[in-house]
């Protein structure tokens, strides 16, 4: 299960193992009702139903059958602002949930939107009437058009001038002219191509471990490692593979390539090194020996 929006973020495609506990915590927010003695909920309790905010609905079914004056039920509509936020922050995290030790978990107000709300001007100033509901219809999918929120925000923020119809005090101008910068857009390459090494890496490796022994796996992963610079995990995978095969090409012309690197690139051989690089020079002259054949 991806947090929606961070899915570009993920380091390992096949997702990442938690403890039961843990585990149980993340489906008690993304499913109604969640039993304490399973760890996957009932399929008809997956997704947000109207219990996970109102309460049991058993309850107030039977109070309203029997035409009782109590319904059973809360009505969310008569609560309080930090009485509503609180109960949004069960999810999506108020103050009391996030961790007092982490300050990188307390600037992310755009994550934990009850928290963010709370610590705005908006609500601090304003008589902390503001809740998530001021703006968020609660039954209905967050939208994802900046124009729909723009509208919201001048409900309140009235712009200085009547034909101004983009909320004043919002960011999004300035955000999106600095991601057309050429600078930003480097930056976000960079990133991908972050991303898409990482995730090549936990690839590589969990074949890896699974078939330790496969020549082609170990010669992928040692190249993978040059690349990055780890030159001595390169020199030893590509090792392992020649004492299996002495003739393996591809793993040859690895070692002649480490070999003729500058001696810089190759400090991570330091322990050894004149050894190690004797060796591969050896297998480096073999391999030329090879190709000329």
Request: charged fraction near 30%; glycine fraction near 6%; hydrophobic fraction near 30%.
């Amino acid at each position: 299960m991806v947090t929606p929006g961070q899915r570009a973020q993920m380091t390992d495609p096949l997702g990442r193992t938690h403890e039961r506990d843990i585990a149980q915590t993340c489906f008690g927010c993304h499913a109604t009702m969640v039993s304490a003695s399973r760890l996957v909920p009932n399929e008809r309790f997956l997704g947000v139903g109207c219990e996970a905010c109102h309460g049991a609905g058993k309850p107030h079914v039977e109070a309203v059958r029997a035409g009782r004056r109590d319904r059973r039920i809360a009505r969310l509509g008569e609560w309080s602002a930090p009485r509503l936020n609180a109960l949004c922050g069960r999810c999506h995290r108020t103050e009391r949930e996030l961790d007092p030790f982490d300050a990188r978990q307390r600037e992310q107000t755009q994550r934990f939107q009850p928290y963010g709300l709370m610590k705005s001007a908006c609500f601090q100033k304003g008589g902390k009437r503001l809740s998530c509901l001021t703006c968020h219809d609660p039954h209905e999918n967050a939208r994802r058009d900046t124009a729909f929120y723009e509208k919201v925000c001048v409900r309140c923020h009235r712009p200085a001038d009547p034909k101004q119809k983009v909320c004043p005090v919002s960011y999004l101008a300035q955000i999106y002219a600095a991601l057309r910068d050429p600078r930003a857009v480097a930056a976000q390459q960079t990133f991908q191509r972050m991303h898409q090494a990482a995730a090549r890496r936990q690839k590589l490796y969990r074949a890896y471990l699974t078939n330790p022994d496969d020549p082609r796996v170990r010669v992928d992963l040692a190249e993978m490692e040059l690349a990055d610079g780890n030159t001595e995990e390169a020199f030893d995978l590509a090792r392992e593979v020649l004492r299996q095969d002495p003739d393996d090409p591809r793993a040859l012309d690895l070692l002649h390539r480490i070999v003729t690197l500058p001696v810089g690139q190759t400090s991570g051989l330091s322990k050894g090194r004149d050894k190690t690089v004797e060796q591969a020079s050896g297998l480096s002259k073999k391999r030329d020996k090879t190709v000329e054949e």
